[in-house]
């Protein structure tokens, strides 16, 4: 009904932007409502965009095979690879049994966040909170079994309090870098697209200490409002001693090339060498994310349940990794591309700006952060980046400032929505423990987003002196 509206309304629009706008009203509806599945959606943005005549069929299914969703696809393999063999307990592991961390609750909750910030850095926040959840459970001699009801009293509000903050902490270690969650992806394809170089080493310049910053605000606030109990020890990650097994190295291997494809070429780009434009042109981030991949596919290990050695990754495997995020996020660009070029953005944006009395690129970033941070408790991140990038780079010429940190105010807010189970994957485990009572995530969640909208615009404008992205 929403898109037949805006269809018919007599809007000020040329014909192109009319018919987008009909279509994106109708993707947004679906998208927050999850009347269809979210990665359904969008995929019938490019049919319907082709079928109303806003763009023709190669432009509206080109950005499905975007350079940089063969990036997603190459850390997602080795982000399968590393959970099946073990490797990312072991690197969770490593974190919590650090000297000084034992038998301190404060000290292992800290670990058990900077694990779930680290693992959440290349693998998605939903399994690293997956893999360490039931081993926080563990630590503090809890039941996995959700309770009958929920259990009340300080010792069951150390247990929720340490919950939420490891599922917290995996969520803000997605904003560390660029592979980390899809925000991050949409938001520098976006940027690179008004004209602006913003690769995998320019994002980790501001994503990684920007989650670090957070994660120790997320940690003073939860330290006051659900002070540490109960946990005594690292638990069972701190068990497995030996050499790492045949499937590891190599897993560690393809994580080790991938890394060092990503940063090279960017970290010479930037120092000025002479090679590192050509090389950073030759390596591309989803060829290297590729690339990265053949020794998972080429090299064989003994099989994790006990048969025959097999790839260390086999297909049957490698086809289980999220296709449904990439497709949303092929869609989420399409979209996005055509709402820029049809002016559709520019008229949304012009009228945002009219509305709200923006004058400047910090209320325009202050604006974004604040709105992406709130709408994506009831849309998925990807979906919200999809839709409020273009957006916020249409307001930044509209106004005529810089687009990076409204854009990058997006990209990050996207990843720091605390409130509600159903924001992201990270609160719906959390949550699904049976010991977090809604309420205290509500409120603790309400009082984060707020933290977190104020510290993404203070360190944005601290990064943006720095870099000089306002100049």
Same mark, same amino acid.
């Given at each position: 009904?929403?898109?037949?509206?805006?269809?018919?309304?007599?809007?000020?629009?040329?014909?192109?932007?009319?018919?987008? !706008?009909?279509?994106?009203?109708?993707?947004?509806?679906?998208?927050?409502?999850?009347?269809?599945?979210?990665?359904?959606?969008?995929?019938?943005?490019?049919?319907?965009?082709?079928?109303?005549?806003?763009?023709?069929?190669?432009?509206?299914?080109?950005?499905?095979?975007?350079?940089?969703?063969?990036?997603?696809?190459?850390?997602?393999?080795?982000?399968?690879?590393?959970?099946?063999?073990?490797?990312?307990?072991?690197?969770?592991?490593?974190?919590?049994?650090?000297?000084?961390?034992?038998?301190?609750?404060?000290?292992?909750?800290?670990?058990?966040?900077?694990?779930?910030?680290?693992?959440?850095?290349?693998?998605?926040?939903?399994?690293?909170?997956?893999?360490?959840?039931?081993?926080?459970?563990?630590?503090?001699?809890?039941?996995?079994?959700?309770?009958?009801?929920?259990?009340?009293?300080?010792?069951?509000?150390?247990?929720? *309090?340490?919950?939420?903050?490891?599922?917290?902490? $995996?969520?803000?270690?997605?904003?560390?870098?660029?592979?980390?969650?899809?925000?991050?992806?949409?938001?520098?394809?976006?940027?690179?697209?008004?004209?602006?170089?913003?690769?995998?080493?320019?994002?980790?310049?501001?994503?990684?200490?920007?989650?670090?910053?957070?994660?120790?605000?997320?940690?003073?606030?939860?330290?006051?409002?659900?002070?540490?109990?109960?946990?005594?020890?690292?638990?069972?990650?701190?068990?497995?001693?030996?050499?790492?097994?045949?499937?590891?190295?190599?897993?560690?291997?393809?994580?080790?090339?991938?890394?060092?494809?990503?940063?090279?070429?960017?970290?010479?780009?930037?120092?000025?060498?002479?090679?590192?434009?050509?090389? $950073?042109?030759?390596?591309?981030?989803?060829?290297?994310?590729?690339?990265?991949?053949?020794?998972?596919?080429?090299?064989?290990?003994?099989?994790?349940? *006990?048969?025959?050695?097999? @790839?260390?990754?086999?297909?049957?495997?490698?086809?289980?990794?999220?296709?449904?995020?990439?497709?949303?996020? *092929?869609?989420?660009?399409?979209?996005?591309?055509?709402?820029?070029?049809?002016?559709?953005?520019?008229?949304?944006?012009?009228?945002?700006?009219?509305?709200?009395?923006?004058? *400047?690129?910090?209320?325009?970033?202050?604006?974004?952060?604040?709105?992406?941070?709130?709408?994506?408790?009831?849309?998925?991140?990807?979906?919200?980046?999809?839709?409020?990038?273009?957006? $916020?780079? !249409?307001?930044?010429?509209?106004?005529?400032?810089?687009?990076?940190?409204?854009?990058?105010?997006?990209?990050?807010? !996207?990843?720091?929505?605390?409130?509600?189970?159903?924001?992201?994957?990270?609160?719906?485990?959390?949550?699904?423990?049976?010991?977090?009572?809604?309420?205290?995530?509500? @409120?603790?969640?309400?009082?984060?987003?707020?933290?977190?909208?104020?510290?993404?615009?203070?360190?944005?404008?601290?990064?943006?002196?720095?870099?000089?992205?306002?100049?």
């Amino acid at each position: 009904m929403s898109a037949l509206s805006v269809w018919f309304l007599p809007l000020d629009l040329p014909t192109r932007a009319h018919h987008l !706008a009909a279509i994106f009203a109708a993707v947004i509806v679906l998208w927050v409502s999850e009347a269809l599945p979210i990665a359904v959606t969008a995929l019938l943005i490019a049919p319907l965009m082709i079928i109303t005549g806003v763009t023709d069929a190669k432009s509206a299914f080109a950005p499905y095979a975007d350079p940089l969703l063969f990036l997603f696809v190459g850390g997602f393999f080795i982000a399968r690879a590393m959970t099946r063999h073990g490797l990312d307990r072991r690197i969770a592991g490593a974190l919590v049994s650090l000297p000084g961390v034992a038998g301190v609750p404060s000290r292992v909750r800290a670990a058990f966040m900077l694990a779930g910030l680290a693992l959440s850095m290349w693998i998605s926040n939903t399994a690293s909170t997956a893999i360490l959840l039931p081993i926080l459970l563990g630590t503090m001699g809890v039941s996995l079994d959700p309770p009958k009801s929920a259990p009340t009293g300080p010792e069951a509000r150390a247990v929720s *309090g340490n919950l939420m903050a490891v599922a917290y902490g $995996a969520s803000l270690g997605g904003l560390g870098t660029l592979v980390g969650s899809p925000p991050n992806l949409i938001a520098a394809r976006f940027i690179r697209e008004a004209g602006v170089d913003f690769g995998f080493v320019e994002w980790l310049g501001v994503g990684l200490p920007t989650s670090l910053v957070l994660l120790l605000l997320l940690y003073l606030v939860m330290a006051r409002s659900h002070p540490a109990s109960g946990l005594t020890q690292a638990g069972e990650l701190t068990r497995d001693r030996s050499k790492l097994t045949r499937g590891e190295q190599v897993t560690a291997l393809s994580f080790a090339l991938a890394v060092t494809g990503w940063m090279v070429p960017g970290i010479a780009k930037a120092a000025g060498a002479s090679w590192g434009a050509p090389l $950073a042109h030759a390596l591309p981030g989803g060829a290297v994310a590729l690339l990265a991949t053949i020794p998972l596919f080429a090299f064989r290990a003994p099989s994790t349940s *006990g048969g025959e050695p097999e @790839r260390v990754l086999p297909w049957r495997d490698a086809a289980r990794i999220d296709w449904g995020i990439i497709m949303l996020f *092929g869609g989420g660009i399409s979209l996005g591309t055509q709402m820029l070029d049809t002016g559709l953005a520019e008229r949304i944006a012009h009228a945002i700006v009219s509305v709200t009395g923006v004058e *400047g690129v910090w209320s325009l970033t202050a604006l974004m952060t604040v709105f992406t941070i709130f709408f994506t408790e009831v849309c998925s991140n990807t979906a919200s980046a999809n839709m409020l990038v273009p957006l $916020a780079l !249409a307001a930044a010429s509209d106004l005529d400032v810089s687009p990076l940190p409204p854009a990058l105010g997006v990209g990050l807010a !996207a990843s720091c929505a605390f409130m509600l189970p159903i924001a992201t994957g990270p609160n719906a485990i959390a949550y699904g423990t049976g010991r977090i009572p809604l309420r205290s995530m509500l @409120r603790t969640g309400l009082l984060l987003n707020l933290i977190s909208a104020a510290a993404i615009l203070l360190m944005l404008r601290l990064l943006s002196g720095i870099y000089g992205w306002t100049s």
